[in-house]
């Protein structure tokens, strides 16, 4: 190779081999822009990333992000980016399971040390520990690794506010296969799961949820009893349909002495409700009615009825159905509220409550994430009135709340 | 419910129940932190989603970042929503299985049409849609979905850009299954797939590797090219270890007529090699040699021997092997261009190339995602010096060259 060669430019090549390059005029055009613009950018020698959302976050700087404008230069990396992105959901649940946030916690946040806690292999520590560095939640200075804030506060089991049992229902089966499948179902329009899918009868995830997802709704349970209570702290029943966890009834009985509730749910599910009541010291306030919302009878009249999590699994004629059931075990003035993920009426912002009607089409037969004037739609037609809206604040949720 | 009744403060509800909060004093500090912080943004009412890095890109103009900054809110967020990442690789492959981009892009775009296309059923449809929509490779407006610049360019099929193939090969169980066990491989510290992995001899994804990401390899080509050749228009003989698609190879041979270009790679995936070759109309001189790169005899002697995405599969030793081998079969001054991702020293930057070391553990034995310094000590302990990094613009690639 004679050094006096001069460099040709570099170029990208773009052609795609056996595919002739004018396929389509439209397609032609944008090519020409994505080569042009490539061009543009040649000179950054140093670039070795696609310019893709996850790099604006770890630079540990603030960063204008320019992801798919027309000013920013046009790169495959946001689709590779998704195509990858379950390996960010193996990597933080594998760290979960093999306690590694723990480990990092208690320090010194060596490979080696990590990996003793860790009953693991130094290679796969090391990878995974520089893996969840990339993603944010962890930091590596000097070969160690420690906590981000995220991490310290929401994944370290030492701390009061982690979450990471959370991973325990989001990869359940019932919760993760339909992703295996989710072609299929787009085709059908339901999920693979048989019957309603996630609440089917009896579904045994319940008391899983009841379980896990306790600290992902602990945050809420503050906002949510205000907003329902709106001051008031005479004596009062309550009932709390898909109690779940309990911790929202649990909540009214700690913010109103003089608030008596009742937990709906299966009877399993409903132990994990008692266990949280007699933790918070409410067990003497706090009633059982096991079953199902749409078969046993609610008894009554209550203050307020709540319907935490719950709309979306069903259809509207479902919705409207169980909500008649809601007002007609109201008192005269009564208060109905639910809790729920409420997309903007464009359906595609803000992100997770828009993001999460997909877990809704994985996972049920025909729920949704219905939008404000869907829900206050639905409350009207089953004569419950007054429809106001309270977001909770620094959450993707929203309390909605009407009244007969 | 007395309206006169005076609303109670709004506060985040941090007791988790059945957890006594100060269990570690640390992270009380921390939870303080958290719940002042909370409390500070108590008063945006409107705020429905959480602080993710998501958010940022979608709402359409330059947004700062603060994730994990010491003055941004702390939630939960990044948490969940990589618990979550793994629907937005199951949602673009359905996507892509389903066709959706050619419908999108032969419009009109509403849920009815798009479903036609598809043969899918409209909830479905219009569930996808939305969601690909808050990932940024859909736009939605007044009800219809059109193409994103990236959607357009890298996911149309009627694209010569097109890229959406790589979602077979990504997809492929032998590089997906082994995230269902990642905590089995952290521990073990090697993929749980059989012997040697995804380099297992013969494994047939690597005819799939050569049928699928030519798309995603085809813009490398010509940096690559320029970068080997460095301006040579003489004869030359080259070597195309691991050619598998024979893209590398053949791109040298179109910017050199005088090259001839030996592609060493099992036969079945030669023949998809050799069939890009003809395409290109260099399969005068492009030869063939079947085999494995650590039992064949290169022949040769060559001016230049190409590498790429090959050495992370292996170990140090292996990866030193390997290359006495290439040197052995060099003329004097001849070149060895590896094609690599190279995280830089600290194994944690650039995103891609650090987090490309995680698909090395999953589905290799020993693989890694080396440094520059590591790649220059292999190749200098195998003889081969002048070690000189080449970034290709725009992707998470570098041409690493050393010479005899």
Request: hydrophobic residues 45%; negative net charge.
């Amino acid at each position: 190779m004679a050094s006096a060669c001069r460099a040709r430019d570099s170029r990208l090549g773009l052609e795609i081999a056996g595919k002739a390059l004018p396929e389509a005029a439209a397609s032609t055009e944008i090519l020409e822009r994505f080569a042009r613009e490539a061009r543009a950018v040649a000179g950054e020698a140093d670039r070795k990333g696609f310019a893709f959302p996850q790099e604006i976050e770890l630079e540990g700087r603030q960063i204008v992000n320019n992801a798919n404008t027309q000013e920013a230069p046009l790169t495959p990396g946001l689709v590779f980016e998704m195509l990858q992105a379950h390996q960010r959901t193996a990597a933080l649940k594998a760290a979960i399971d093999l306690d590694l946030f723990r480990a990092v916690g208690e320090g010194p946040g060596d490979v080696a040390s990590i990996a003793r806690h860790c009953s693991a292999s130094e290679r796969g520590i090391r990878i995974l520990c520089d893996f969840l560095t990339v993603q944010g939640v962890l930091v590596k200075e000097s070969g160690r690794y420690r906590h981000t804030p995220t991490s310290a506060t929401f994944l370290d089991p030492r701390s009061p506010a982690c979450l990471a049992s959370i991973a325990q229902f989001l990869s359940n089966p019932a919760m993760r296969e339909p992703y295996d499948h989710l072609s299929e179902i787009v085709r059908a329009g339901r999920t693979i799961l048989p019957g309603e899918g996630s609440v089917e009868p009896e579904n045994p995830i319940w008391v899983q949820f009841a379980e896990t997802m306790a600290p992902m709704m602990a945050p809420l349970c503050g906002p949510l009893g205000a907003a329902v209570l709106d001051g008031c702290k005479g004596p009062m029943r309550v009932l709390d349909i898909a109690a779940g966890h309990g911790l929202f009834g649990i909540e009214i009985a700690r913010q109103n002495p003089q608030a008596r509730v009742t937990g709906l749910d299966w009877a399993p599910v409903l132990r994990v409700a008692l266990d949280n009541a007699r933790r918070a010291g409410v067990q003497d306030r706090y009633e059982m009615l096991p079953g199902s919302a749409f078969e046993v009878d609610f008894g009554g009249p209550y203050d307020a009825i709540l319907l935490t999590n719950f709309l979306h699994h069903f259809d509207w004629p479902t919705c409207v159905g169980l909500l008649k059931k809601v007002r007609a075990a109201l008192k005269p003035g009564g208060r109905a509220a639910t809790l729920e993920f409420v997309p903007d009426e464009d359906r595609v912002s803000p992100p997770i409550p828009a993001a999460f009607a997909m877990t809704m089409l994985a996972s049920t037969a025909a729920g949704d994430a219905y939008t404000l004037s869907e829900l206050t739609a639905m409350y009207r037609e089953a004569g419950i009135g007054g429809v106001a809206a309270h977001p909770i604040p620094m959450s993707p949720h929203t309390v909605v709340i009407g009244s007969t």
